[in-house]
């Protein structure tokens, strides 16, 4: 959002005024209803009633429900690309020294860089259902992942610069394409978001059910209160969670690069 003009801007659309409020209010309440109960409970008179408008005003903002998805996909995809772009522009900023030959400091380095650029993309419960929601509608209906797609290269391309940035800092190259290495990544994250979402959901459950429970993953903080992009800080300070997800992601980033000559 574009505070100063009134205007919000997503993928060449412009919406201005008061109609924001009443188009982001639409939004996350479509946003709450996918992750709560699924995209296809995502019907006109549910998002109208979540969001506490009439149907009138859901047209007089957006030509249908598909309409709407389409610009809450791209408006995800469009946040994650851009807390990376903003990640590297603070290591540029910051302009991270070069690696010295200890290779202790060279995986250091590494790892805090790589603990920053997963802390952008924020991982989370939410954020894993979005995502498989929209792939999974993607997979039954072609012409839906068709409007996606570009959105997803974009958003594959910036994370493969983010990786790319990270293993030439820690004076690595790369042995294979940078789009399997991606790929991989995505996998991996993405599988771990999922595994965070079930332990919180049976650690949910079993509060709720009055059944003691420590699994050592804190509750995630809703990802549309997420903050700014933070100034850097260090893996040190990852949790339990982040931590596996990092150890793994490392292990691929040495399994597909050498040190630069």
């Not at 574009?2 to 919000?8: A, L, Y």
């Not at 209803?33 to 019907?43: K, L, P, R």
């Not at 030509?63 to 998805?69: A, E, G, M, T, Y």
Request: negative net charge; hydrophobic residues 40%.
């Amino acid at each position: 959002a574009d505070v100063r003009t009134g205007f919000r801007h997503i993928r060449g659309r412009y919406f201005m005024g008061n109609r924001v409020e009443t188009q982001d209010r639409l939004l996350a309440a479509t946003r709450q209803i996918i992750i709560n109960e699924g995209i296809e409970a995502t019907s006109l008179e549910h998002i109208c009633s979540v969001a506490g408008f009439t149907r009138g005003a859901f047209y007089s903002n957006f030509s249908s429900k598909d309409s709407l998805l389409g610009i809450l996909a791209e408006a995800e995809y469009s946040d994650l690309i851009q807390r990376l772009r903003e990640r590297v522009l603070l290591w540029e900023n910051a302009q991270t020294p070069a690696s010295r030959n200890d290779d202790g400091d060279r995986h250091l380095l590494m790892e805090n860089l790589l603990f920053e650029a997963l802390d952008a993309i924020h991982i989370d419960q939410g954020l894993y259902i979005l995502h498989s929601e929209m792939l999974m509608r993607s997979i039954r209906d072609a012409e839906w992942g068709m409007r996606l797609l570009d959105l997803n290269r974009e958003f594959a391309d910036q994370l493969g610069s983010v990786l790319h940035t990270i293993l030439t800092a820690a004076g690595r190259e790369l042995t294979v394409p940078i789009g399997a290495l991606t790929q991989s990544v995505i996998g991996v994250v993405m599988r771990a978001a999922g595994l965070a979402g079930w332990r919180e959901a049976i650690r949910a459950y079993r509060s709720e059910h009055s059944t003691p429970t420590d699994s050592g993953y804190p509750a995630p903080a809703p990802r549309e209160n997420h903050p700014p992009v933070p100034a850097a800080h260090t893996a040190s300070q990852a949790s339990p969670a982040t931590r596996s997800i990092l150890e793994v992601v490392l292990v691929l980033l040495y399994a597909c690069s050498r040190e630069a000559e």
